[in-house]
């Protein structure tokens, strides 16, 4: 049995359901009534227009093409990390870019390439749906840790220069403070992984299952979701503090101004 496809009136209908969380927003005088309303309609019109340019991604599906979709993702997530983290673009840009284009290319190219054995790693099948979720989840892990990260690097500068002044290097007077947003941004995951199967069904198992495949091969390309984008966040967000180690300090370790 394929996949039900869902009517432009059966949509409709489906997206009445948001009528939910914006009466109680609105009930509850939170603010977020317009932005919510706003984001609604910008992810819908955003998302009918990939899905139209997705459509002929996948009907020419032409390897060039494909990487210069997944750039454009590259250049889209690091605009959106400087925009949500308030940082300088002119400091971040390229320690940000890198860390993305490490996790996606390593890790992604692993799995297409050494576990799925793919005999075309460009396949648009396979190469945009795994750089785009490996993408989406680096982007909300940078995001979380360089916030955290400099957030308590402003806070507690006093202790960082403490260390520098008792003899530590740089990157040993960092460490505390890169551990602080390791642990902020991947404790969310952490606690997901372990639940899974158990007090939630996955979105990718669902919708692969909804598509027609058998449990169990959902249940192990899950697996590997979870895997994929685990190693490529952690991948990505370790290359973006390196690199910011040796931009955002001077030659004597004070700490640059790299807020907006």
């Known amino acids: ?32 009534v317009r932005s919510t309303i706003t984001g609604l309609t910008r992810m819908v019109v955003q998302l009918f227009m990939v899905g139209l340019y997705l459509k002929y991604l996948f009907l020419w599906d032409n390897p060039w093409l494909n990487a210069a979709w997944v750039v454009i993702m590259v ?21 940000i870019m890198v860390g993305f284009v490490s996790g996606a290319l390593l890790v992604g190219f692993y799995f297409l390439g050494i576990v799925l054995r793919l005999d075309n790693v460009f396949s648009v099948q396979y190469f945009i749906p795994v750089l785009g979720i490996l993408m989406g989840n680096m982007l909300g892990v ?80 899950q697996m590997m979701i979870i895997v994929i984008t685990m190693s490529a966040s952690m991948l990505s967000i370790a290359v973006t503090l390196i690199l910011v180690r040796k931009l955002a300090f001077d030659a004597d370790g004070r700490i640059k101004d790299v807020s907006r």
């Open 75 to 95: 250049v889209v997530a690091t605009e959106t990390a400087l925009t949500r983290t308030k940082l300088k673009r002119s400091v971040m840009m390229c320690p």
């Open 142 to 221: 940078n995001v979380i840790g360089l916030n955290t990260f400099y957030s308590h690097l402003r806070r507690e500068s006093a202790y960082y220069y403490y260390m520098l002044g008792n003899g530590a290097t740089v990157s040993e007077a960092v460490a505390p403070f890169v551990k602080q947003a390791m642990v902020r941004a991947f404790s969310p995951a952490i606690a997901n992984m372990a639940v899974m199967g158990l007090v939630a069904l996955p979105g990718t198992m669902i919708g692969q299952i909804l598509g027609g495949s058998s449990p169990d091969v959902a249940i192990k390309y």
């Open 1 to 32: 049995m394929g996949t039900i496809d869902i009517s432009i009136g059966s949509l409709l209908l489906g997206l009445l359901l948001m009528a939910i969380p914006v009466f109680f927003l609105w009930k509850y005088n939170t603010g977020l």
